[in-house]
């Protein structure tokens, strides 16, 4: 199975402000990387596939990057609604796996 | 607009069984592979099972293997996990996740299963 790893576990960052948020695979996954997003009391809304490609209705502050076992994902200028948990998930073998997140606070 | 609507979940003892159900609606239900994920304060995000469109592949996590059981009616546009042999590792949020080449793109607003005495 492969081992999802983020950090840092919370990031503190104020709005309007840039966020990067890192996710490491223990394996080699290409770009079988996606990218979740999950605010308090809702389900994960999926934002990035493909390592960086961005999903329909995903503004462009979204964007993801890497390949192999190391990715990151960046939002440019944080608005309100941006402040959350955010997951990474690899798709190349089963079963698929989870990072255990990330949390996005207001600083 | 696609929508994956959860039902069933409740508060169940341990040793008990479980059904629950997704209504899928606003796309074409039988042509999507369908997965269940479910997520614990603890342990996070966690896939479950997956079947195929036409119900003839299943597959299982470790963790649920041999109790757990997923199907579905397309006739009903309807997901189903069978629960059987509940213990209070399988308390979580269920959730209902449709699958286009392999990226989890839509979810349930999920049901939540616990297991209490």
């Known amino acids: 199975e492969i081992l999802m790893t983020q950090s840092p576990a919370t990031l503190s960052v104020s709005p309007g402000e840039r966020a990067t948020l890192s996710c490491r695979a223990s394996?080699?996954?290409?770009?079988?990387l996606a990218w979740y997003q999950q605010r308090p009391g809702q389900a994960p809304r999926l934002l990035i596939h493909?390592?960086?490609a961005r999903a329909t209705d995903i503004p462009a502050r979204f964007s993801g990057s890497g390949s192999g076992s190391e990715f990151t994902l960046t939002i440019g200028s944080l608005q309100s609604e941006d402040f959350a948990v955010y997951y990474c998930?690899?798709?190349?073998?089963?079963?698929?796996?989870f990072g255990q997140g990330t949390k996005l606070e207001i600083k | 607009e696609v929508q994956l609507v959860e039902s069933g979940g409740g508060l169940i003892p341990p040793g008990g069984s479980l059904r629950v159900s997704c209504v899928a609606s606003?796309?074409?239900?039988?042509?999507?592979?369908m997965h269940w994920v479910r997520q614990t304060p603890g342990k996070g995000l966690v896939w479950v099972a997956r079947?195929?469109?036409?119900?003839?592949?299943?597959t299982y996590a470790d963790s649920v293997n041999d109790r757990f059981t997923v199907s579905r009616d397309n006739a009903k546009n309807t997901l189903f996990l069978q629960m059987k042999g509940l213990g209070a590792e399988d308390t979580a949020v269920y959730y209902c996740?449709?699958?286009?080449?392999?990226?989890?793109?839509?979810w349930g607003q999920g049901t939540l299963v616990t297991v209490s005495s």
């Open positions: 998930q690899q798709t190349i073998t089963w079963p698929y796996t």
């Open positions: 606003g796309f074409s239900f039988s042509t999507y592979w």
């Open positions: 079947i195929s469109p036409d119900g003839s592949i299943t």
């Open positions: 996740v449709r699958d286009i080449y392999a990226t989890f793109d839509y």
């Open positions: 394996q080699n996954v290409n770009t079988y």
């Open positions: 493909s390592a960086s």
